[in-house]
């Protein structure tokens, strides 16, 4: 037997470790903590920085509360002594807790590091800080998955967790972060290209469900359109994204120009026009192919009673198969609504605005905060949208299946 396999240990470390995953994140945030700067300091914006590791940046108090949550964590990824369901509500709790004490200390080692060196420096987050919120997001993540949970619980986690931390955001708490001050340059500017994001992205999601959707029933009613069909949509899917917005702007300008009132109208090769059909281009399978899996998997045995009851097409249709394809239809819904929010960062290229103009000019300037001004924002749009449509995907199920 090779020296590498040990029955006898593997078997002794199942018995003793419920929960390996957490124990894999675990290992992983406090080995980022050692090992990679937890911060950023540079004298002005245009300087490079300095790195600053954890013990540097964290006061006595929250390197002891860090190391807390942290040993709590590791006793809540034993088999004992906390029973299974208490351990993963002690895992929400920690990684919550740790994350919050996480943000705090970089806020706080901010703050002290104007006070003690220079108004004018500049404090960004570090790859630490990184790996460590998304070590605490993952856990609380694969905590709801191995609980039994029902979906209030997790709703009711999610809005004190945002609340908490859109709390230290409202205290002032984060202002003398860099990411911060370059967000007080450009306030007015940010407003207007999110709202620009969440317009791009509703644009094209209408257009996709009343076209999708059609396209799914049609899929169901009449078989031998499927193949032909999906093929077109699976086509629309292998162009790259910029090649698609590209190859949009050569007939829309040349409609534009053809017709001046299309023009006026906002149809030309750059704009919002190509991004909106590149976006409903990309979303119109995941729609079909939801539509048409949410009503072929409707008993037939159901539809057939409800026409023995005397319902017509229509009724059957909208009373019966909506009904119950519904839950498979908002997960359509929810893909769809995720895939919008990211490619429409990529629609800035073509003048279509939104957060991701942030990202380019950043990238162009050399500028990481503007870089992040534009991806976080987005991540949290992509994160509160499929969250919400989980909660309808739960809600539109029967009462005694939901959770």
């Known amino acids: 037997m090779s020296a590498s396999h040990n029955p006898t240990r593997d078997a002794a470390s199942a018995r003793l470790v419920a929960n390996r995953v957490l124990v894999t994140l675990l290992c992983a945030g406090l080995l980022a903590a050692w090992l990679l700067p937890f911060a950023t300091m540079s004298p002005n914006r245009l300087a490079s920085g300095q790195t600053v590791g954890l013990s540097e940046a964290l006061s006595a108090w929250q390197a002891i509360a860090l190391l807390a949550l942290s040993a709590v964590l590791a006793v809540a990824a034993l088999r004992r002594p906390l029973p299974r369901e208490l351990a993963h509500g002690v895992v929400l709790l920690a990684s919550l807790g740790l994350l919050l004490i996480t943000l705090y200390s970089l806020g706080d080692y901010a703050q002290r590091t104007l006070v003690e060196k220079s108004p004018s420096a500049r404090v960004s987050q570090g790859s630490a800080f990184w790996v460590m919120a998304f070590c605490c997001a993952l856990a609380a993540i694969d905590a709801f998955q191995r609980a039994s949970s029902g979906w209030l619980l997790r709703l009711g986690y999610m809005l004190i967790a945002g609340g908490s931390v859109a709390m230290l955001f409202a205290s002032g708490h984060f202002d003398d972060l860099s990411i911060m001050r370059e967000y007080a340059n450009i306030r007015d500017n940010f407003s207007d290209q999110f709202i620009t994001h969440l317009v791009l992205v509703g644009s094209a999601l209408g257009p996709a469900l009343l076209i999708g ?191």
Do not use: C
């Open 213 to 403: 959707v059609p396209l799914g029933l049609l899929a169901h009613r009449h078989v031998r359109l499927q193949g032909t069909l999906f093929s077109v949509l699976n086509f629309f899917q292998t162009i790259p994204s910029i090649a698609l917005f590209a190859l949009l702007v050569a007939p829309l300008s040349a409609l534009g120009n053809a017709f001046p009132l299309l023009g006026e109208w906002g149809i030309k090769g750059i704009g919002a026009a190509p991004a909106i059909i590149a976006l409903v281009m990309y979303a119109l399978l995941p729609v079909v192919r939801n539509t048409y899996a949410g009503l072929k998997g409707v008993p037939p045995a159901t539809v057939e009673a409800a026409r023995g009851m005397g319902m017509t097409a229509r009724q059957v249709l909208w009373r019966v198969e909506i009904p119950l394809a519904l839950p498979v239809m908002l997960s359509g819904l929810r893909i769809v609504t995720v895939q919008a929010i990211g490619l429409t960062v990529v629609a800035a290229l073509i003048g279509a605005g939104g957060l991701g103009a942030f990202i380019f000019q950043g990238l162009g300037q050399y500028a990481i905060d503007l870089v992040l001004l534009g991806a976080i924002p987005t991540i949290v749009l992509a994160v509160i949208a499929d969250f919400t449509l989980q909660m309808l995907v739960v809600l539109s199920k029967p009462a005694g299946t939901r959770r």
